[in-house]
């Protein structure tokens, strides 16, 4: 009998239904906005993360864990150097189909794409410089990130598996 009723502010302008929506959408914006900025908007390197000590090989190396989403997003970002033995481990919830970037990045790197088993699955090189995607040929649930040429230097191949000390 009666259609919705929509509540109109007293003094005129935007229906108070409006106005919660936009509300909502709002802080919606705000709560994405301190989630993502503390990666995003920064001009610098994130600070270092936690670490942790990989054996490939008896090769051991010390990684920082990015396993947030910003912390992920920023990655190596802005850094100018990585010690010899060092790297970065990013860790997903699950395997996925991963794709890597250079985005803001100084130093060439290698990427190893790992699956849930922590076998290797594959090698790609990165040299520096924007607009170049590196996707994983299969799913994987971390990624490592050392300086160019490590994994080589080892001796270490796809196929070979990460123990976590």
């Known amino acids: 009998m009666f259609g919705p009723v929509t509540l109109v502010n007293p003094a005129g302008g935007i229906p108070m ?3 919660r929506l936009y509300a909502v959408a709002l ?13 995003s908007a920064q001009s610098e ?19 920082e864990v990015a396993q ?7 990655g ?10 060092a790297g970065m481990l990013f860790v997903y919830p699950a395997e996925q189909m991963l794709t890597f970037t ?17 076998v290797i699955n594959e090698f790609h090189d990165m040299p520096v ?5 590196f996707p994983s040929s299969k799913p994987a649930q971390y990624a490592l990130e050392v300086n160019q040429g490590w ?8 196929g070979d598996r990460l123990t976590v000390r």
Do not use: C
Request: no cysteine.
């Open 17 to 19: 239904k409006t106005r």
């Open 151 to 158: 994994f080589k230097s080892k001796g270490i191949a796809v």
């Open 68 to 74: 947030r989403i910003g912390q992920r997003y920023m």
């Open 76 to 85: 190596l970002s802005f850094r100018t150097e990585l010690a010899p033995n």
């Open 102 to 118: 250079m985005r803001n990045t100084k130093i060439p790197l290698t990427i190893a794409y790992i699956s849930k088993d922590w």
């Open 129 to 133: 410089g924007p607009n170049q995607l």
């Open 45 to 63: 390197a994130q600070p270092p993360l936690p670490t942790v000590t990989l054996v490939i090989n008896n090769h051991e190396l010390t990684a």
């Open 27 to 39: 802080l919606t914006l705000l709560a994405l906005t301190q989630t993502f900025t503390g990666a």
